[in-house]
């Protein structure tokens, strides 16, 4: 990491279009830890649904664009496992029969990181510890447990921000999002939300977070009839350290 500490969000389709708040609070929370935010306007969707749905030449025009767009910066963070993962494990095989873009597609990999892993790994940011502090259960998403190998960041600075973590029987089980599997096959895909949220309702902790936007959106369309209450791991950081 340079001196400068200038990185760039990038903010992902969801939290774009659907939840403005989380890019509001992981631009907060970098900031907190002492980095200037920058936000590149030209930015767009990181290719994953071309991707995960074989349209490949769609995919690697997306993926050439965020590469040009954010190669510049000493590091990229996003608020969410699943784009994060596109980036860092997909972007060199996109690219990969393009020497020169599969080279800078790998020199971008290895500098995008997703939020808690930047801010626990390389901001090194302790969160202030606060007295009444939420008692939560955690939803370890796909993409970040199994492929970014992410699983003890978010808790880390949950816990240290004074949240007591109740975990679900088995928290990493997927919520049924998948992106475009849930419009494919919605009947198993609900099946498999209404059975993650049974487990989380089933700790009383009242409020479940997750780092994924794709998994809360997807959980949140499930617990109206529930006590439960879901959040993105940023805003509740947020919120918690003003």
Sequence with gaps: MSESKRIALMVTCLVDQV???????????????GYTVDFPTEQTCC?????NS?????AV???RRAVEIFEPYDAVVLPSGSCTTMIRAEYPHVLEAWPEWYERARQLAAKTYELSEFLVHWARWQPPHVANAPTLTYHDSCHMNRLLHLKQEPRTLLTAAG??????NESDRCCGFGGVF???LPEVSNAMTAEKVRRAAATEAGLLVSSDP???????????NTPLRAEHL???LEELTR
């Excluded at 939840?19 to 830890?33: D, K, N, S, Y």
């Excluded at 949240?163 to 679900?168: G, H, K, Q, R």
């Excluded at 794709?214 to 109206?224: A, D, E, S, T, V």
Aim: hydrophobic share 50%; aromatic share 6%.
């Design 19 to 33: 939840m403005p708040e989380v890019g509001v609070a992981a631009v907060r929370l970098l900031q907190r830890a």
């Design 182 to 184: 849930s419009i494919r």
């Design 61 to 63: 025009k997306l993926a």
């Design 214 to 224: 794709g998994c809360l959106m997807q959980m949140r369309g499930m617990i109206k």
């Design 163 to 168: 949240c007591t973590i109740v975990e679900m």
């Design 47 to 51: 290719g994953q649904p071309f991707f």
């Design 234 to 236: 940023a805003t509740v």
């Design 54 to 58: 074989g349209f490949r030449d769609q």
